[in-house]
């Protein structure tokens, strides 16, 4: 199975997503330019984090229309799986991958440290070797990480378990004190409706090494190997 | 030589220009008999750019040829953007540090992320990756709201021009202090890995070959900046205002990637930033290094704005841009890289036998010198040195008669106060804003006693820090900067890391002062003195003076930028406890060493500063070579695998550091159980307070008491056993007596450390005018 | 037919009912100034555009595509564009 | 005398001369998304304030003092104040 990590000119994660595939995964992988519109025959297209440009103006709104994401729209369309993690999440929701927008953090200031999460779903692609209701350790790193959608959305996601992951306290609770940019309901991470695009603000492919920290991230990479695997 | 006229429009050279451009008559006279003529308005500038303290480091130069640079591990020494050092494996580290005070003075925001961005561009150029950021900071006291706006400026700057351009920021120290009221210190340090095969320095070379400007377009930002940082800081500065310079971290994040590509590619043979006077340094420090000559044509460099002047596109100082010296023939290969990260490359000159340095508009020549010249007969200064009386009677000051406050009865009272002095007190509140975990090298971050950051494709780590106490420097300079090099060192040492180079950044005032010129000298002795006792060569470094403000100079502060190399990664070393009952053994003498009959009182100390506002007496003596043999005691107990966790001893003292090791890790406080009964006949501020050098905290198993003892008592330190951890326990408990006992609830203690900053900041109207005004995104 | 420049303001606004913690911050922040008197503050982006178009109204037509398309998102924000005014 | 409510919307833009980095990347969209006659874009901040004040000329002048006090950046930015409008 190949990971096809996009390069956005200003993206500085697709290195980590990179090494956390290759080296902590054995997995294959390469980069994809965001100026091509070859995805080179890849499985899975990791959406990495960064600053595609700058973003200045918002994170992600320029980066949607680059050449590769014609591509990437279109193989996510066929159900191919999308990792969109930070600014990819941006990404994604400019993209109109997923549904909802992120706004500067409710704090204002950038947050980085590491949170905890709760996976929500374990049913999805990307969760499936995590046990029911795990709580991960996994650091985030954003300026504009407040997830808004209006009340509808926030309905259906909750109600066809689309939220994924939501940020939460060492115990597990969802409380405000544990949600580090003011998401609404605490949300950390939701796949799209057809369950195939994962969008996160948390960094996974920085959790996969226990030499820096907690691996928790490990499982998420190992589900989608697992998935293909079958 | 080629006739020069002056440009039609350009100033008459008077002495009052002269003198707006920061030449001495003595200086102006050489210009003149170095050019055999009157110069042009151009070459004025040119010559203000070069011979300013800033780019030619007239007052600073002879001292600092005494520092030791050279060693086995030096690949490349001072002199180029970036010292380089070989960490094995075939892996050589670049690291360098630089200021940008008096930018973020102005403008704090702007001026740090500038600062980030500049060094940055130092690493890169000799061919490393840059994988992390390193900021050292000095702000007056956060009581001042113009202070609270400078800190919360410089910090978001600095934030967000890392975060953007990727590389994490992981370590640093800021203090907070009257003496830097209105001049704060923003220094900023980057390290970056290479090959050992990858270094590329900055030297034109090859007749013929091109020269080419890269990246950002020339806009009139920043002309004269490299002037305005040597000159005092003064009402006048507010109206330079219009020199601030815009930083683009996405432009940086272009130019880093296509400028390690273009290195890698063999289509170029030197890269140089354009920094502090812009094109002029950058184009003769390249000609002087290669020992050849230029001639740049200014109407071929890319413009941001119409209209503008030779003088204007030479001293402008916009960022985001580099000069390139390409081979002959390869000039569509380096275009073609540039234009795939969608920057823009011009050839503007080319490299020249004739030993000139020219300057064309077109076909006409705007400015010539001799280019050898133009920097061998810079100025160079030693003026006179003579140390202040003030300064002898405050250090002679017997501050053991200061009487304790009421409060004191209450000794929790003062570990509280001490703990929530913002210069101690935890600084995530700055640093939750740095992204310090991008790239995912960095195995311990902001937090621990340095930062390390693993090699990749080696099992070996580097860990990185800063540090300068200024209050020492400033009551005694060779003493105080001996002691920057040793924490620095034992910062390091505490992660697992031998010490291996260090890069500098001399903040100081006024050098034409007798008292501010002692200091430097005296201090640059000192690192000399303490640098080759710990055998950590000089790199490189950076100096700025005329660090002054309406209230005089800064406290003199020589900041130490220290590389360290753990051989194998498993032994980094944290320094919070985890391990209930370990023995807690203080490495070094607790009152300091006695040699020569001084030990270490309170002089100087943090604790006289915050409890008393006393800033006098003799700082803690700091003797490098007994430094040396605490570390390496210490080096071999980790190497060994006995040592559970290390915290060296510095700002605070015994009683801070303690603290630290208990509830520094907000995740885990961890209790214990301390014994300092032996010294209850010395004054209990003494011993908890005194900030006698040399001191390590670790704590080892049980089992390991003996062999640890052992390998203390081989290399000459004292050993003390001072308690026990007790993970179970809620309460650091330090006995003090027999029968007396300090017990301090972790909670209260992480409350005064974890919250003092927070409480400051968090909803003050400068940070909320810093986040609205600096707002690139708004919604 | 000629083309001439225009410069153009667009005006995004975080959607109503959206939580604004910039303009409750700055709220805050000038009443510790001594701004007592402030009700509210709400943020966000002034844009200037000087686009060439053959007359004022597809100047206009064009921004407000511009938006549409890039300037504001249509998930959180609202905007308003200012009559163009020929340079 | 009885206070009576404003609104004032103030626009505070990046100082001429100085780099606009979220400008030029900008205006590179635009002309890359096909709005090639953008000659250049400028984003600052569209800030309005509501508050009290005896008449609309207090009213404008306590927005000056909240925009020199807080809301600009005296360095790299200029501002321009609308005329108060009564609620
Ligand atoms: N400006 C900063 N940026 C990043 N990290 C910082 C900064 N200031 C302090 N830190 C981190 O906070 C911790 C404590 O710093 P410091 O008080 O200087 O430690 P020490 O007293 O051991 O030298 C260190 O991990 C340091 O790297
Ligand atoms: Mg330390």
Redesign the pocket.
């Known amino acids: 199975m190949k990971f096809g990590i996009v390069t956005f000119p200003g993206s500085n994660c697709d290195y980590d997503a990179y090494r956390a595939v290759v080296d902590e995964l054995g997995a294959e992988a390469t980069y994809l330019w965001h100026k091509t519109e070859d995805l080179e025959g890849v499985d899975v297209v990791v959406l990495p984090g960064g600053f595609s440009y700058g973003d200045y103006l918002r994170a992600g709104a320029i980066a949607r229309f680059s050449p590769i994401m014609r591509e990437v729209v279109a193989h996510a369309g066929r159900g191919g799986p999308v990792l969109a993690i930070c600014n990819g999440f941006q990404i994604a929701c400019e993209a109109g991958l997923l549904p909802g927008a992120l706004v500067r953090n409710a704090g204002m200031r950038f947050v980085s440290e590491a949170v905890y999460l709760s996976v929500e779903n374990e049913g999805t692609m990307f969760t499936s070797q995590y046990e029911k209701d795990a709580v991960l350790r996994i650091p985030i790193a954003h300026g504009e990480g407040r997830y808004v959608a209006d009340a509808t959305t926030l309905a259906r996601l909750e109600d066809n378990g689309q939220v994924v992951f939501r940020y939460c306290d060492a115990g597990g609770s969802a409380t405000g004190e544990a949600n580090p940019n003011g998401s609404m309901r605490g949300i950390a991470g939701i796949v799209s409706a057809e369950g195939n695009v994962l969008g996160m603000m948390p960094h996974p492919e920085r959790a996969v090494d226990s030499l820096l920290g907690p691996a928790d991230g490990k499982l998420l990479f190992e589900s989608l190997l697992a998935r293909v695997a079958v | 030589m080629s006739k020069v006229a002056p440009r039609p429009g350009d100033p008459r050279i008077t002495p009052a220009l002269v003198a707006e451009h920061g030449l001495n008559e003595d200086e102006f006279r050489r210009l003149v008999d170095m050019l055999g003529r009157e110069p042009t308005f151009t070459e004025l500038g040119i010559i203000s750019a070069l011979w300013s303290e800033h780019c030619s480091y007239k007052h600073s130069r002879a001292l600092l040829k005494t520092l030791p640079t050279e060693g086995p591990q030096v690949l490349q020494g001072p002199g180029e953007n970036a010292g380089v050092v070989s960490v094995g494996d075939g892996l050589a580290v670049a690291f360098k540090i630089e200021s940008h005070n008096h930018p973020s003075a102005v403008e704090p925001y702007q001026g740090a992320a500038t600062g980030a961005g500049g060094i940055l561009r130092d690493v890169f150029t000799m061919g490393a990756r840059p994988i992390a950021m390193?900021?050292?900071?000095r702000f007056g006291s956060l009581d001042s709201a113009r202070v609270r706006y400078l800190f919360a400026g410089v910090?978001k700057g600095?934030g967000d021009y890392g975060n953007c351009v990727g590389i994490p920021?992981?370590?640093?120290?800021?203090?907070f202090d009257d003496a830097y009221e209105t001049n704060p210190l923003v220094n900023a340090m980057c390290v970056g890995v290479m090959k050992e095969s990858e270094l590329i320095t900055a030297k034109a070379e090859g007749i013929g070959n091109p020269i080419i400007a890269v990246g950002a377009r020339t806009g009139r930002d920043g002309i004269h900046g490299a002037s305005f940082a040597s000159e005092d800081l003064s009402e006048a500065s507010d109206a330079k205002r219009p020199r601030v310079q815009v930083g683009d971290p996405f432009t940086e994040k272009l130019l880093l990637e296509a400028s390690l590509e273009l290195i890698r590619s063999g289509h170029i043979v030197a890269i140089q930033d354009m920094g502090a006077a812009g094109l002029t340094s950058s184009s003769a420090e390249m000609a002087e290094r290669g020992e050849v000559g230029v001639t740049i044509d200014v109407s071929k460099v890319p413009v941001r704005e119409q209209g503008m002047t030779p003088y204007e596109i030479l001293l402008s100082e916009s960022q985001e841009r580099m000069l390139v010296v390409a081979k002959r023939g390869h000039e569509d290969d380096v275009a073609a890289i540039l234009t795939r990260w969608d920057l823009t490359a011009a050839v503007i000159g080319e490299v020249i036998a004739e030993p000139v340095y020219r300057v064309t508009e077109g076909a006409t020549v705007v400015a010539e010198f001799p280019g050898s010249r133009l920097v061998t007969d810079c100025p160079r200064y030693s003026p006179e040195a003579r140390e202040s009386d003030e300064i002898v009677r405050l250090r002679a000051t017997d501050v053991t008669t200061i009487p304790e406050l009421p409060e004191e009865k209450d000794p929790l009272w003062t570990l509280e106060r001490m703990l929530s002095s913002p210069?101690?007190a935890?600084?995530?509140w700055?640093?939750r804003q740095?992204d310090?975990t991008v790239r995912t090298n960095t195995v311990?971050?902001?937090?621990?006693?340095?930062?390390v950051l693993r090699l990749r494709g080696s099992n070996r780590a580097i860990a990185v820090?800063?540090?300068c106490n200024g209050r020492y420097v400033y009551l005694s300079p060779r003493n105080g900067a001996q002691a920057a090099v040793c924490?620095?060192a034992?910062?390091v040492a505490?992660t697992g890391a031998r010490p291996l180079a260090i890069t500098n950044c001399l903040n100081f005032g006024n050098p034409r002062r007798p008292e501010n010129y002692f200091q430097l000298s005296e201090a640059i002795a000192g690192i000399g003195e303490a640098c080759r006792a710990m055998d950590t060569p000089v790199t490189g470094g950076n100096v700025s003076l005329y660090n002054e403000s309406p209230s005089g100079a800064v406290y003199p502060t020589p900041v130490i930028g220290m590389l360290g190399l753990i051989d194998d990664i498993a032994h980094v070393t944290r320094?919070t406890w985890s391990m209930d009952d370990d023995v807690i053994i203080l490495l070094g003498e607790l009152l300091g060493e006695v040699v020569g009959g001084a030990r270490s009182g309170l002089g100087g100390s943090e604790y006289l500063s915050r409890i008393h506002g006393v800033v006098a007496g003799e700082p803690p003596p700091c003797h490098p070579v007994l430094e040396r043999d605490v570390i390496n005691a210490l080096l071999e107990c980790i190497r060994e695998g006995h040592v559970h966790s290390a915290?060296?001893c510095?700002?605070?003292g015994l009683a801070v550091?303690l603290a630290?090791c208990a509830m520094?890790n907000q995740d885990r406080p961890v209790g214990a159980e301390i014994n300092l009964a032996a010294w209850s006949d010395v004054a209990l501020r003494e011993v908890l307070y005194n900030e006698a050098q040399g001191r390590i905290i670790i704590t080892v198993p049980e089992s390991s008491l003996g062999r640890v003892a052992a390998i203390a008592v081989g290399h000459r330190v004292p050993p003390m056993m001072i308690g026990r951890v007790r993970s179970a326990s809620r309460d650091l408990v330090i006995e003090t007596a027999p029968g007396r006992t300090l017990v301090a609830p972790l909670d209260r203690l992480a409350a005064a450390y974890h919250g003092a900053i927070p409480a400051i900041m968090d909803g003050s109207a400068e940070s909320a005018a810093v986040l609205e005004q600096a707002a690139v995104t708004t919604v | 037919m000629k083309n001439r420049a225009y410069r153009i303001a667009v005006h995004i606004v975080p959607r109503a009912g959206l939580l604004d913690p910039q303009g409750n911050t700055i709220t805050g922040a000038l009443h510790s100034l001594g701004f007592k008197h402030v009700r509210s503050v709400h943020v966000g982006r002034h844009i200037v555009i000087e686009t060439e178009a053959p007359d004022a109204l597809q100047a206009e037509a064009s921004v407000q595509q511009m938006c549409e398309k890039l300037l504001a998102n249509p998930v959180t924000e609202d905007f308003e564009i200012t009559s163009a005014v020929p340079l």
């Open positions: 390193l900021n050292s900071l910090v600095i920021t992981v370590a640093g120290e800021i203090v210069t101690i935890s600084k995530a700055a640093y740095y310090s311990i971050g902001p937090g621990g006693d340095a930062a820090k800063t540090d924490e620095a034992r910062n505490c320094s915290h060296d510095s700002d605070g550091a630290e520094a």
